[in-house]
């Protein structure tokens, strides 16, 4: 069984940065994509960033891209979410997921995400 742990989330001031890191428990290979997601207080969970199995393609939402990146360490099951220039409409539970298998496409979908993580809350304060 597959368990996500995020860790990294806390409470900054907008311009600076976070890194948030996602381990899973089980070894690499039953895992394809890993994605993050977030949700803000009222709204629904979104789309943030993912990446595939060998990490050569990453994929963003529009409203974090070129300030956030998603990478992976596959030998320590570990994939990270570096959050750069925070603003105040960043704040939101962030949640790890991950795929064991993803098509083409699915990546921004939470539906396609068989596992997910607890979550750790971000807070960006103006």
């Known amino acids: 069984q597959v368990q996500l742990v995020e860790s990294g989330g806390g409470l900054v001031q907008a311009g600076d940065s976070l890194r948030l890191s996602c381990t899973n428990s089980?070894?690499?290979?039953?895992?394809?994509?890993m994605g993050w997601f977030r949700q803000a207080p009222g709204k629904e969970r979104e789309f943030v960033a993912a990446?595939?199995?060998?990490?050569?393609?990453?994929y963003y939402a529009d409203s974090v891209k070129g300030r956030f990146t998603i990478s992976r360490v596959n030998a320590k099951n570990t994939v990270y979410l570096q959050m750069n220039s925070l603003k105040p409409e960043d704040t939101a539970v962030y949640y790890c997921?991950?795929?064991?298998?993803?098509?083409?496409?699915?990546?921004?979908?939470?539906?396609?995400?068989?596992?997910w993580g607890q979550g750790t809350q971000v807070t960006v304060s103006s």
């Open positions: 997921a991950a795929q064991r298998f993803a098509p083409s496409g699915s990546y921004y979908y939470s539906r396609a995400y068989d596992y």
């Open positions: 089980e070894r690499t290979f039953s895992i394809d994509a």
């Open positions: 990446i595939n199995w060998s990490g050569d393609s990453t």
